[in-house]
């Protein structure tokens, strides 16, 4: 199994760059920003949080679906539009999630951003709050992106969250919902909405190779689904994924108390657990083809001492 290390993030604040580079803050009509997959970017909600090394991945084809304004749109849930592994996680949220509810502000900023959303779901209703985001996030799925993929973003600046028209690079890591739309940007954490279609793009930003203003996809919401069909990243072949697989976060927020954060090694089914200073607990985790994970639990118990009873003392009084 290839080792994992987060990849490097931007600084969370910071200018947009020159003219045409655009700005991100106050975007003009058409602008359309192009986010590589190894960059954070500006004015990011977390440090990034997408896991690397990735393999190469094809680019999907876009046969299907419909095309609007030069955006192909199709449905999340389509078998091969994303990639994915049943042991290599995309993205892990768990440090994410931990540094969003440490502030407060950048919690709401992150909310009322998706909150924008009309079509929204989960399994919480249709609105989310800033004590929603834990179990939120455990019902995303990461993945990664097949194709360059047309979105709404969102910078985090003075508390708020403002958007801005976005291209996610090919091989993004993103996590998706239980209907395939894309909801966060790994790299950044930033919360993720469907694009508003612009009639004259102006594209922002350094293009990489293949870009192709025809070919980007718009995602589509499918049918709610329990797993994923995806393209695995090591071998090529399609793979089903379980929602929520490789999300393994439930993060309570208890003030000073002492935490356990939980991690899984999906190939040898083990766990592994080290201590923090906030309360992180494992709510699911998909197993492959290994034997089912063994978790121990070690208790302790301390018991008050023993306290032995009064000793007795009988006095013989004489004739």
Known sequence: MPVLVLLSAAACSGGSGGASQGDRLHPKGGDVFLEALTESGPNTFTHSVALAPVPA????GTT?????QGLRSIAGTTAGLYGGSGSQQACDPNAAVASLLDHDATAQAWVDALNTDSDLTWSGGSKLAAE????????????????????????????RSPAFQAVLQHGTAVMVDAQGIPRVRCAAFSPLTPPVPASSPKYR??????????????VTSGRTVDSFTVVDIHTGKQIDIFVGANCLCD??????TTTTSTTVDFVNETTTTSKTGRTTTTIRHTTTTAA???????????????????????????P
Do not use: M
Not at 141 to 156: E, K, M
């Open 57 to 60: 991945i094809g680019v999907a």
């Open 64 to 68: 299907g679906g419909s095309s609007t």
């Open 132 to 159: 929603d985001i834990t179990t939120y996030v455990g019902e995303l799925t990461s993945v990664i992106l097949r194709n360059d993929t047309r979105v709404t973003d969102h910078a985090f600046s003075g508390n």
């Open 205 to 218: 930003g350094t293009k990489w190779d293949g870009f192709d203003p025809k070919k980007l996809v718009a």
């Open 251 to 256: 993060r309570t927020k208890q003030g000073s």
């Open 292 to 318: 089912p994970a063994t978790t121990t639990t070690h208790v302790t118990t301390t018991t008050p001492p023993t306290t032995a009873p009064p000793a007795t003392t009988t006095t013989t009084s004489g």
